[in-house]
């Protein structure tokens, strides 16, 4: 029992059998979310620190709070209020949180490859919260656990992500971890933030929303991530949301059981109007909760890895 490395850099480094082992491990997680005591010991004499150099809402706090249920020391840092803001080095910052006795240091970093060059450095495992624009391997694992309770299996199961396709790790780890179990993705976006050859990912490029979420099981909108843009990929907020938006027609092309979801935070009005994202077929909100099972799974198993060895 356990994962095969001691890191979570990504998707990519996941086999098959362990993204059903988080997934299966985090169902049962679920259950202490819902119960009126919310702690294990599953933790008890170990340590987390989450280590955030840019924004975040759900990551960290689902992982805090992830921690904090099963019994661990945790703690929090943050670029502004620490010694990054005097130019301390990522790699010095990452061994002084690794020489604190630290069992598992929590990263998102702007920088793609960020965490995967700091791992190798360390005896805490460090788990990949969201590397610049290439993985967020525990948003992708939130994701399909959401699917896994709705799915018998992901094999052949049709997955529709649309949006700010370029920009998005989320994309990249849902589209490396849903191919890996066997399900059909498929990709639609502005053809400007559409990645040069992302088709060898294994994922169909659409030619419309109407085409990439017909007969969809599952439909995914991504956010317009403006941070990101040096500059503007397209016209006007208006004409994105004409054309990329996932509306009520929309959706209607897809199953008629499908549901709707997005990683948040979410543009409302741009990539879906309020009412989709509120609708009933939206399962945005038990994304969330969601994420703080997978969460919990992913520090559980990377420690049962440890006292494996
Ligand atoms: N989905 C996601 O990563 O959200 P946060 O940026 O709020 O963590």
């Known amino acids: ?38 702690k294990t010991s599953h933790l008890q004499g170990k340590s987390v620190v989450t280590l955030f150099y840019e924004n975040s809402t759900r990551t960290r706090l689902s992982f805090e709070l992830a921690s904090k249920y099963m019994g661990s020391a945790s703690a929090n840092i943050s670029t502004s209020g620490s010694s990054v803001n ?11 949180i690794d020489m604190m006795g630290t069992d598992i240091i929590i990263m998102r970093h702007n920088h793609s490859g960020a965490p995967h060059f700091i791992a190798p450095h360390l005896k ?6 969201g590397d ?9 694992l939130l994701d399909m656990l959401t699917m896994y309770e709705r799915f018998d299996t992901f094999e052949g199961k049709n997955i529709a992500i649309c949006g700010d396709v370029y920009h ?34 294994g994922v169909r490029i659409a030619d419309s929303v109407a085409d990439c979420v017909r007969d969809a099981d599952a439909v995914m909108g991504l956010r317009v991530q403006l941070e990101r843009q040096q500059k503007s990929l397209f016209p006007s907020i208006a004409e994105y949301s004409h054309f990329y938006a996932i509306t009520p027609e929309m959706l209607a092309l897809a199953k008629p059981d499908a549901f709707l979801m997005h990683p948040g935070p979410c543009n409302h009005g741009v990539e879906l109007p309020t009412a989709v ?23 559980y198993l990377l420690m049962a890895r440890r006292n494996n060895l």
């Open 86 to 96: 005097k130019g301390e080095s990522l790699l010095d910052t990452a061994r002084t």
């Open 124 to 129: 805490a495992s460090v788990v990949n919260a």
């Open 168 to 201: 998005s790790r989320v994309v990249r780890s849902n589209a490396i971890g849903l191919t890996k179990l066997g399900a059909n993705v498929s990709v639609y976006g502005p053809k400007t933030m559409m990645p040069i050859g992302i088709e060898k990912m």
């Open 277 to 299: 994202y509120d609708c009933d077929q939206s399962v945005i909100n038990e994304q969330v909760t969601n994420g703080v099972a997978v969460r919990m799974a992913v520090l």
């Open 1 to 38: 029992m356990g994962l095969k490395s001691k890191d979570l850099l990504g998707m990519k480094q996941l086999t098959a059998e362990e993204i059903m082992e988080i997934l299966d491990t985090a169902k049962t997680m679920k259950l202490v979310i819902s119960s009126a005591n919310k």
């Open 132 to 140: 610049g624009m290439n993985e967020h391997p525990t948003q992708a």
